[in-house]
């Protein structure tokens, strides 16, 4: 029965597990379905994020972003942070950047990687957010240009081996939940000095039911006080005014006006204690003075909000349950208050805090406030802890260890590294003299290498440009200076620039271009100038088998004038030298590759000035960069989502989405990732085309697969929201009368009940089942068909029947207009001599004939969509009522009389009007039947009908 109250009281916070998980939010791409063109729904892929001028891309994860970066004074801030980010469509989004962390900032370390947790969301009103992780090291002595955090050798081997550990972790909450700033893993919490910042208001009342708001402001006397802005709030008969809010810093100054010592527990010391007092139509608020209407407590390292007492009193005015004499869940048993066993922090958190200062009650206590039941609250039903969502209520978070999840990120160096090979930015310049003018300087100017590795320099002198030369003791500086020009000299100056890695004393070196040194008394003998590349030729790679046609170029200038030729040439390694390609003198070369077998092949051009003016060499030459031409065993790697709904699935490879179709060379990996809708109720069913040995994660939303011998053809479907019900019949007190075996010259009400039973469920909408749990009394002769009772019909009072655990489970993607019907057809039957329902023999005494309890009648629930939450739809509740029913067809026929009729009299049946099932919860839908018709059918008692109806 709805029952309705007058007053308000506390709400609580939630607190969960918490998980330090990019998972769906990835540096890859976030596309919809199978990647294809056109798709309806925006998704969003993060290309690169740039951190202080420096450009990180995502791992090969492709989840997070890893750097070495000089942020001023070591302090990050949002204005530091861009990224490069695209739709599904290729269409670049602009996104503003936070810095999740104390004052939306973050404090990096010289010298180790600090993470930095950043959240990305759009700008274009579609308020679309990716989380992301950035681990960055800090590095004072680097240029606006930043350098490589991880560098390669020639040979293509990193430096270090960089690997991001995943760990899943037990912490103690009582550690973990600190004050201060949270856990950088604790996601939605925020740093404790808030609440000494804060006052807490009560906005507005719905009904009963209170709005709760902390905002800035100043607490004033002892106990500390504020008045409530609005100073009334809530309408009718249950508006309330005057009203202050107080706080208490500890529990012993809460219920000092009262006399009660609670017991001393240091753990109270993260607690703030609330109460409030106001007037009403009935008188003060919460009873007598100085108990005050006790709201929650704040905890204000979770942040999760928590009972701490209960009303004594529960008082009728003008029909409303008014809370009154409130005291604290541990003190000594009195009135409608029973002493709980356990800390107050055990029992089930009521809500949480944002960070904004809003708080968030569970739908639960809601519930209860209306019902005026403030006892402490430890649900069975709850797996999981509280989390800080609407719909993620759940136990204390103190009941057991928190499962964390955190990433570290580790550093090794790598065997097969070299070092860096020398990068030269600036050439050695042709030198022309004449005798003993001033001194002649040949330098290089090169790029820096990495911490560790040093730099070293050898300058050779050469007769022409492409001998080998004769090393000059003594010039081993970055320039070489000739100071001597007493002596006609004609030679080529070049440096070997050297890289030695101290860690393993390996090296990799550089030669530079060839200068020309012309001192002479005459004509000074000008050489042709190096052509200058401005665009290198480009690599390909191809499938095996290919029959593609290649076009190589290359794009080059005379800086003197004079006139370019081009050979291109065919090696076998990057550095090799190559062999002339016949009839390849052009700037571009066309042909089509040998793609029989797999293996690369290197191509280079040989770029020659000529310029006949000069009186030198009249010719020079550069060769261009290598392009690879690879071909590859490779094959086709498609993926897509079955049903087209409920998520994504993106793949990447080497870090990088990939659109279904590619080709993958055999032997690498790729990885899918299942990404159901946000904000949605879907998540991953079942995946088509992968080995359960290639799933990464509890909860099968990543798989990694390696290309073999074979296309890849992988594809995911998702569900939404289960419904499971289940059904039982709990015996509270009803009774059967019983003449049989003992009882025959002593008839009496056995200890139980004899039952039929038809129990139904149906449910329409997003699926359409009907299912149906029952039991009918048995059919035997006795010269004629009589109803006999037996003990599979028997339910002893305290004890209870059920169904299967899975007896009606279904699956839900649409939720539009979902229904549940439930219907209940008992009869009760009584045990007459030998265990005949309605039949004795002489000393059993008068036949008490059946008792029907409910002839079908109907109890819909439907489901809101925009609210996520299952309730009664009271209009369409239909309880039968009338003084008989027919006899069931399954009794037909049967004596006493084939034509008799099962009285339906001195039943009440009643129900849960306030019922609700929120998004994730599991609750009993109970239906009460209280049975009182002695003298008829010598039925008394109660039994219940429990649908304990699950939807996560």
């Not at 049975?931 to 699950?950: A, F, L």
Request: hydrophobic share 30%.
């Amino acid at each position: 029965m709805q029952i309705k109250k007058i007053l308000i009281l506390s709400l609580t916070i939630f607190a969960g597990c918490l998980f330090f998980s990019c998972q769906p939010a990835l540096g890859a791409s976030w596309y919809k379905r199978s990647v294809k063109d056109g798709e309806d729904k925006k998704m969003l892929t993060v290309q690169s994020i740039t951190v202080c001028g420096v450009t990180l891309y995502p791992e090969a994860n492709g989840e997070d972003f890893i750097g070495k970066v000089n942020a001023k004074d070591a302090i990050l801030y949002p204005d530091d942070i861009s990224a490069a980010v695209k739709d599904n469509t290729g269409t670049t989004v602009e996104v503003s950047v936070t810095i999740k962390g104390s004052g939306g900032q973050a404090n990096l370390k010289e010298g180790e990687p600090v993470t930095v947790p950043i959240m990305l969301k759009t700008i274009d009103g579609s308020n679309l957010e990716i989380q992301k992780y950035l681990f960055l090291e800090q590095d004072g002595s680097m240029g606006g240009g930043g350098a490589d955090y991880n560098p390669k050798d020639p040979h293509g081997n990193s430096k270090f081996i960089v690997k991001i550990k995943t760990e899943h972790i037990e912490a103690d909450p009582w550690d973990y939940y600190k004050e201060g700033e949270p856990d950088s893993s604790d996601d939605g919490n925020f740093n404790s000095a808030k609440f000494d910042e804060w006052i807490l208001n009560m906005p507005s009342m719905d009904g009963i039911i209170a709005s709760y708001k902390f905002r800035e402001g100043s607490w004033s006397g002892s106990p500390e006080m504020v008045d409530n802005v609005p100073s009334g709030i809530g309408s009718g008969i249950k508006r309330i005014w005057d009203v202050k809010v107080y706080r208490y810093k500890n529990r012993n100054d809460r219920w000092t006006a009262i006399g009660y010592t609670p017991a001393p527990d240091p753990k109270d010391e993260r607690f703030y204690f609330f109460k409030f007092t106001a007037s009403s139509a009935g008188g003060s608020v919460g009873g007598k003075s100085g108990h005050g209407s006790s709201m929650f407590c704040v905890d204000r390292y979770s942040k999760f909000l928590f009972y701490y007492s209960e009303p004594t009193k529960i008082t009728s005015v003008f029909g409303n349950a008014v809370p009154e004499d409130w005291t604290d869940y541990a003190a000594p048993t009195k009135g409608q208050h029973t002493k709980f066993s356990e800390p107050f922090y055990m029992t089930d958190p009521v809500g949480f805090v944002k960070e904004d200062g809003s708080v968030v009650l569970y739908q639960w206590i809601k519930d209860n406030i209306n019902n005026a039941d403030y006892h402490p609250k430890q649900n069975p039903a709850y797996t999981q802890p509280a989390g800080r969502k609407a719909n993620k209520a759940g136990f204390s978070p103190y009941r057991e260890k928190l499962k964390i999840t955190k990433k570290t990120i580790t550093k090794d160096k790598n065997p097969k590294y070299t070092a860096v090979k020398p990068v030269i930015l600036e050439q050695p310049k042709d030198g022309y003299a004449k005798l003993n003018s001033p001194e002649l300087v040949f330098e290089v100017k090169t790029e820096p290498v990495p911490e560790g590795e040093t730099l070293s320099y050898q300058w050779y002198k050469a007769e022409n440009k492409t001998e080998t030369g004769t090393e000059i003791p003594g010039a081993t500086e970055a320039s070489y200076k000739i100071t001597d020009t007493s002596t006609e000299t004609k030679c080529y100056f070049y440096c070997i620039v050297k890289n030695t890695n101290a860690d393993n004393n390996k090296s990799e070196q550089t030669e530079s271009g060839r200068a020309k040194c012309h001192i002479t008394d005459g004509q000074i003998q000008s050489d042709a100038l190096n052509p200058e590349i401005t665009e290198q030729p480009k690599g390909k790679t191809l499938r095996l088998n290919s029959a593609e046609q290649l076009t190589i170029r290359v794009k080059a200038v005379s800086k003197d004038g004079g006139t370019l030729s081009y050979q291109w040439y065919k090696a076998a390694s990057s550095v090799a030298e190559g062999t002339p390609v016949t009839d390849a003198d052009k700037a571009e070369y066309t042909f089509t590759p040998d793609a029989s077998a797999a293996g690369i092949t290197y191509y280079y051009c040989l770029v020659t000035n000529t310029n006949n003016t000069v009186h030198g060499e009249q010719t020079a030459s550069k060769k261009s960069a290598y392009a690879a031409i690879e071909i590859e065993e490779s094959y086709k790697v498609e993926f897509s989502v079955l049903g087209e709904e409920g998520g994504t699935l993106a793949a990447l490879h080497n870090g990088k989405p990939i659109k279904s179709g590619a080709y993958i060379k055999k032997g690498e990996q790729v990885k899918f990732i299942a990404t159901p809708e946000p904000n949605s109720r879907y998540k991953v069913k079942k995946w088509f085309g992968v080995s359960e040995d290639a799933f990464k994660d509890q909860d099968k939303t990543f798989a990694v697969m390696t290309v073999e011998s074979a296309n890849l053809n992988v594809s995911v479907s998702f569900i939404t929201m289960f419904l499971k019900i289940t059904p039982k019949i709990h015996n509270e007190s009803l009774q059967s009368w019983s003449t049989a075996d003992g009882d025959h010259f002593k008839h009496k009400y056995i200890d139980g009940v004899h039952l039929s039973r038809k129990n139904a469920v149906q449910v329409t909408g997003g699926s359409n089942i009907t299912e149906s749990w029952g039991y009918m009394f048995s059919i035997e002769n006795n010269s004629g068909k009589w109803i006999k009772v037996k003990s599979e019909d028997f339910i002893k009072v305290g004890a209870e029947k059920s169904a299967d655990a899975a007896w009606l489970t279904t699956e839900f993607s649409s939720f539009s207009d979902l229904k549940i019907s439930l219907s209940n057809y008992l009869i009760k039957a009584n045990r007459h001599d030998y265990w005949w329902a309605e039949w004795t023999t002489l000393g059993g005494g008068k036949v008490y004939p059946l008792q029907a309890i409910d002839d079908n009648s109907i109890f819909p629930l439907v489901y809101n969509e925009t609210t996520g939450m299952w309730t009664v739809d009271k209009a369409n509740v239909n309880i039968k009522r009338s003084d008989d029913i027919p006899l069931p067809t399954e009794f037909a026929g049967t004596k006493p009389n084939p034509n008799r009729k099962i009285s339906y009299k001195g039943v009440t049946i009643t129900y849960d009007e306030n019922f609700t099932l929120a998004d994730g919860e599991e609750k009993d839908f109970v239906i009460t039947y209280t049975v009182d018709n002695h003298d008829e059918t010598r039925s008394k008692g109660t039994i219940k009908v429990i649908y304990t109806i699950g939807w996560k």
